[in-house]
């Protein structure tokens, strides 16, 4: 029996307003019925955040969104692709493709960051390929200690989130090779976290080796590894990956977001060595992002 006979599209499309981005997509061949109403504002309205008008009207691209997209479908996947800029350019916004939950990265300048006013220590540049304003420039350090706070309520409730440091090295660096740093996620006032280390810049000799698969491919590990470490000992470290926009990431922790009510999560990278200096490291901010979903 044809569906579409019996019910309304109207109805159709509140059906399929209650599955995911990727079943209504999926719909849109089913049938010329179907693909109306699987690309009806009806379902896309409800494929974004609840407060999304909210979250656009902070934007300084906010009435060009509203004007340019006559679709909210066009709308949803554009800022899929898209990241806008939001909260007066010290945050950008935008939608898991899978499950239009928010993302967001949040600029190193509104990070707490030792000696970050210091200009012998760090210095602000505008860069091209960063998205905002400016980036944080690490001349030199001992000390280094950088931590990012973020409301909860403004994330995607009941949702897993991964947070990642988006970084790169200047041409002459230094002291990322020689330490681990420490990361912490946590939320504030619960005390610390889950502690993790990392070697932010990986020497090449320690690079983990490819291996053949034995079906003519080879094969190479790329989430993590282990090394041996003259201050820990054999540890097993996070590998940083490119970004494809001209950037690295590497994960620092995960949280589970419940209802936005446990006030902020609080994002932390440090080593406290005061003996081995630092320099050369750009971070363009701390991104969080449903984990296993690249935004």
Not at 48 to 57: Q, T
Not at 114 to 127: A, K, V
Not at 197 to 216: I, T, V, W, Y
Request: glycine share 8%; charged share 25%.
């Amino acid at each position: 029996m044809d569906i579409t006979l019996i019910l309304p599209e109207d109805c159709i499309s509140h059906i399929i307003s209650l599955t995911s981005p990727r079943d209504a997509c999926r719909l849109t061949v089913v049938s010329p019925v179907f693909k109306s109403a699987a690309e009806s504002d009806t379902v896309w309205e409800m494929f974004l955040p609840s407060d999304y008008l909210e979250i656009l009207s902070t934007s300084v691209s906010a009435s060009s969104l509203t004007t340019s997209f006559s679709k909210k479908k066009d709308l949803y996947f554009h800022l899929c692709h898209n990241p806008i800029l939001v909260s007066g350019g010290t945050m950008s916004f935008a939608l898991e493709k899978e499950s239009g939950k928010k993302c967001y990265m949040i600029c190193a300048r509104e990070f707490a960051i030792e000696w970050g006013n210091t200009p012998s220590y760090w210095i602000w540049p505008s860069l091209p390929e960063s998205m905002f304003a400016e980036a944080a420039e690490l001349k030199i350090v001992w000390w280094f200690d950088i931590k990012a706070r973020v409301e909860t309520k403004i994330l995607s409730s009941k949702t897993n989130y991964g947070a990642y440091l988006v970084f790169k090295f200047a041409e002459t660096r230094y002291g990322f090779k020689e330490r681990l740093v420490d990361f912490e996620v946590y939320f504030e006032g619960s005390g610390n976290g889950e502690r993790r280390r990392a070697l932010l810049d990986l020497p090449p000799n320690m690079l983990p080796l490819s291996q053949e698969r034995g079906d003519g491919w080879m094969e190479i590990e790329m989430d993590e590894f282990f090394i041996e470490n003259g201050d820990y000992g054999k540890v097993m470290v996070p590998l940083s990956r490119e970004r494809g926009d001209g950037w690295m990431e590497i994960e620092m922790g995960e949280f589970f977001n419940e209802n936005g009510d446990d006030g902020k999560v609080v994002c932390s990278v440090f080593d406290f060595d005061g003996f081995r200096r630092k320099g050369g490291i750009i971070i363009q901010g701390i991104e969080l992002r449903p984990e296993n979903s690249p935004c």
